[in-house]
């Protein structure tokens, strides 16, 4: 459970580093 729990932590981590990063500069153009 806790490798799994983990793994979805850093899944998770990822996608909203990627998400965040994407709207900053989707963001600083649009402005």
Known sequence: M???SAG???LF???ANMIATGSSISVTPGQ
């Open 8 to 10: 979805l932590t850093s």
């Open 2 to 4: 806790d490798s799994g």
């Open 13 to 15: 981590q990822a996608l």
